[in-house]
C-alpha cells in the first residue's frame, strides 16, 4: 500500500540539540500531523497541518507543511531527556474517503 | 474530557482462537479506526467505521472484522488467530468530519502462541 518515507530511521541526540526530521510522498495531501510515541503506549497528536506553507509551533515543535505538499518536517530545539520516543508523521488525502497513511517513524535515542 | 479507552490493555490467546478487542472513543468523536503496530510494519491500517458504517479499509484478510455501535463505541474481532497476529492493536477516534486529527488509546497488546 501507500507509504510514506520518513527520514532519518533514527537518530542521537544530547540534550540542548535541535533535532530535525521529515516525510516525503508521492501523493499530494491535505493534512499532515505528527505524532509522538512512548514504549508501551498510543501515539499522542502533537501538531495538525492543514495549509500548503503552514508553519506551527507547539513549544519547543516546529513543524511545516511542505508548499508542494507532498512533504512535512518537524523540528526539535533544546532538546532534552523526555523528547526520546517514536516520532510518527501521518498523512490523508482530500474528501471523507482515504485513511491516514503513517510514515514508519523516527527514532529518537540519547547519545551515550 | 475522557480519552479514548481500549479494553483489554493485555492478551494473551493460542493459535486458531478468536479474540474480540474494545475501543471506546473521546466523546462525541463518530469515527473510529483501527490499527495493527509491529515492529517491522509499522502502523498498518485495519478500517475506518463513521457513524456505525465501515468507511474505510485496509489490507488485511477477512479474518479481520469490526463493528461500531450506536455509541460509537467499536469492536474488533479476529478469527482463526495466527502467530503473525501478535502485534499492538491501536484504536484512534477522531470526529471524523472536517478534521482528521486522530486520538490514539493506549492499544491493546495481543500475543499469540
Known amino acids: 500500500g501507500q507509504q510514506l518515507n520518513q527520514s532519518p530511521q533514527s537518530m542521537f541526540i544530547q540534550e540542548g540539540e535541535d533535532v530535525s526530521m521529515n516525510c516525503t510522498s508521492s501523493s499530494i495531501f491535505n493534512t499532515w500531523l505528527w505524532y509522538k510515541q512512548d514504549p508501551g503506549e498510543g501515539p499522542v497528536l502533537l501538531i495538525a497541518?492543514?495549509?500548503?506553507?503552514e508553519l506551527t509551533s507547539n513549544g519547543r515543535l516546529t513543524a511545516q507543511f511542505g508548499i508542494t505538499r507532498k512533504d512535512s518536517f518537524l523540528n526539535i530545539s533544546a532538546s532534552i531527556p523526555s523528547d526520546v520516543g517514536i516520532y510518527f508523521c501521518?498523512?490523508?488525502?482530500?474528501?471523507?474517503?482515504?485513511?491516514?497513511?503513517f510514515g514508519k517513524g523516527t527514532k529518537l535515542s540519547v547519545k551515550p | 474530557k475522557a480519552g479514548v479507552t481500549q479494553t483489554p490493555r493485555y492478551l494473551i490467546k493460542t493459535r486458531g482462537q478468536q479474540v474480540t478487542l474494545s475501543c471506546s472513543p473521546i466523546s462525541g468523536h463518530r469515527s473510529v479506526s483501527w490499527y495493527q503496530q509491529t515492529p517491522g510494519q509499522g502502523l498498518q491500517f485495519l478500517f475506518e467505521y463513521f457513524s456505525e458504517t465501515q468507511r474505510n479499509k485496509g489490507n488485511f484478510p477477512g479474518r479481520f472484522s469490526g463493528r461500531q455501535f450506536s455509541n460509537s463505541r467499536s469492536e474488533m474481532n479476529v478469527s482463526t488467530l495466527e502467530l503473525g497476529d501478535s502485534a499492538l492493536y491501536l484504536c484512534?477516534?477522531?470526529?471524523?468530519?472536517?478534521?482528521?486529527?486522530?486520538?490514539f488509546g493506549p492499544g491493546t497488546r495481543l500475543t499469540v502462541t
Open positions: 484512534a477516534s477522531s470526529v471524523g468530519t472536517v478534521s482528521y486529527e486522530q486520538y
Open positions: 497541518l492543514y495549509k500548503a506553507g
Open positions: 501521518a498523512g490523508k488525502g482530500g474528501g471523507s474517503q482515504g485513511n491516514l497513511i
